[in-house]
């Protein structure tokens, strides 16, 4: 069994099935290394072991300009990394969620969405409950302001 060879589950692992998928639909036998190279002529600093941590999901969240080398080498557009399968076979693309993200005024905003893709489920709550606590605070200074 490969080593990259597994099946997206909850645990936040889209990105990784996805370039897999990638990897085998090339038609060919594709290395680490040779991805790694190509990406780095047209100016994305990466590295072989980077690539191959990426497969084998111990790296989740690859910059955007990881990002964006990985889709322009496969010829794929970024999104296509997040979107999940269906048993069947078909790819669910998340239309409605790639177009809240987009509708985003501020790039920081959309950054932190974009990292927060890939986490487990433990820390996407935990992410969440911090979320709340700050929302919280903020909300209780501005109630202050105003009294």
Known sequence: ?????F???????TFQVRLNELF???GRRLTNREVAAAIRTHGCQI???????LRAGARRN??????????????????FFFATRWSSGGVQA????AALVDSL??????????????LSGRNLRLLETVAVELSDAERR???????
């Open 1 to 5: 069994m490969d080593i990259y060879d």
């Open 7 to 13: 099946r997206a589950n909850d645990c936040g692992d």
């Open 24 to 26: 085998a639909a090339a």
């Open 47 to 53: 590295s072989e072991v980077y690539v191959s941590q």
């Open 62 to 79: 690859p910059s955007e300009q990881v990002l964006s080398a990985l889709a322009a080498y496969f010829e794929v557009p970024q999104d």
């Open 94 to 97: 998340h239309d409605h969620d």
């Open 105 to 118: 005024s501020t790039s920081r905003l959309k950054r932190f969405l974009t990292l927060a893709v890939g």
């Open 141 to 147: 200074r501005d109630e202050t302001r105003c009294d």
